[in-house]
């Protein structure tokens, strides 16, 4: 096998996934020509960015300003007890580093907020929102319209995971699924898990759901979870998919640019 753009080295490492027919070389060389922001190095950010740096994205953006606390250890696997005070960021691209140093690893060690979304988001094929707040998931939806970028999403609660894809190819967006009017009744609850406990293997299992979302995008191979959203609990096995349906008027670009001036 030959490739104009990936090593005898990169064809040899990442083998296992180019002998799939639906991936091959051609699916291979698109993985390395992505580029894709992880934001959030948390429970969900972890298991998504070991999986993506394997399987050899050529550029990962991780977007985090917090450090290692303790209480993080029971799910975020990429940090260690000698981690704690630390930049999830630094320690985060220094792992990965060690898992694959063929990857471009990008730390973005600050806030995603209003004044800086639309710039950074701009810089990446694909958006991964492995956050934990409403407000962040918001700014992070909107500027992936202005951008026409396609959104990851992931969450959880308790033993309950969620992961969908937003504004992909015409499809829905978070706010279809989840409107920030707070006097609309939704479908389904969408968690804030620093409010309750929860098992360290759910993020694990959820981030690597949504790992698998992005590499079904970049290679254009598989059903995307566009316009539904799966949900599953750990505990009873219990999966399911709802539909999202579109609503029209959370693209419009004028609106998204006044909220992000009023913010």
Not at 82 to 93: E, F, H, N, Q
Not at 103 to 115: C, G, M, P
Not at 143 to 168: L, W
Not at 174 to 196: G, H, I, L, M, W
Request: hydrophobic share 40%.
């Amino acid at each position: 096998m030959e490739s104009a753009i990936l090593s005898p080295r990169e064809i040899r490492r990442y083998g296992k996934q180019i002998m799939l027919p639906e991936i091959g070389i051609k699916g291979q060389e698109r993985i390395k020509q992505a580029s894709v922001l992880v934001i959030g190095a948390g429970g969900l950010g972890c298991p998504v960015l070991q999986y993506l740096t394997v399987a050899g994205i050529g550029k990962i953006g991780i977007a985090e300003f917090d450090t290692v606390d303790e209480t993080n250890l029971q799910r975020q696997v990429l940090y260690g007890s000698m981690d704690v005070g630390k930049l999830k960021s630094i320690i985060a691209r220094d792992r990965l580093n060690h898992l694959n140093s063929l990857v471009s690893i990008e730390i973005i060690n600050l806030r995603i907020d209003a004044s800086s979304a639309l710039k950074v988001i701009s810089n990446y094929d694909v958006i991964v929102d492995a956050t934990d707040n409403y407000d962040t998931r918001y700014l992070i939806n909107d500027a992936c319209i202005m951008h026409a970028k396609p959104m990851v999403y992931g969450a959880i609660f308790r033993n309950e995971g969620q992961v969908s894809v937003f504004n992909y190819n015409d499809g829905p967006s978070y706010r279809c699924f989840n409107p920030e009017d707070k006097s609309v009744q939704q479908t389904v609850k969408d968690p804030r898990p620093a409010d309750v406990g929860l098992i360290g293997v759910l993020p694990g299992i959820t981030g690597t759901i949504m790992a698998n979302e992005v590499l079904k995008i970049v290679t254009g191979t598989g059903v995307v979870l566009s316009g539904k959203i799966l949900i599953f609990n750990i505990s009873g096995n219990n999966y399911r998919t709802i539909k999202i349906s579109k609503n029209p008027e959370n693209f419009d670009k004028t609106a998204i640019r006044n909220r992000f001036e009023n913010q």
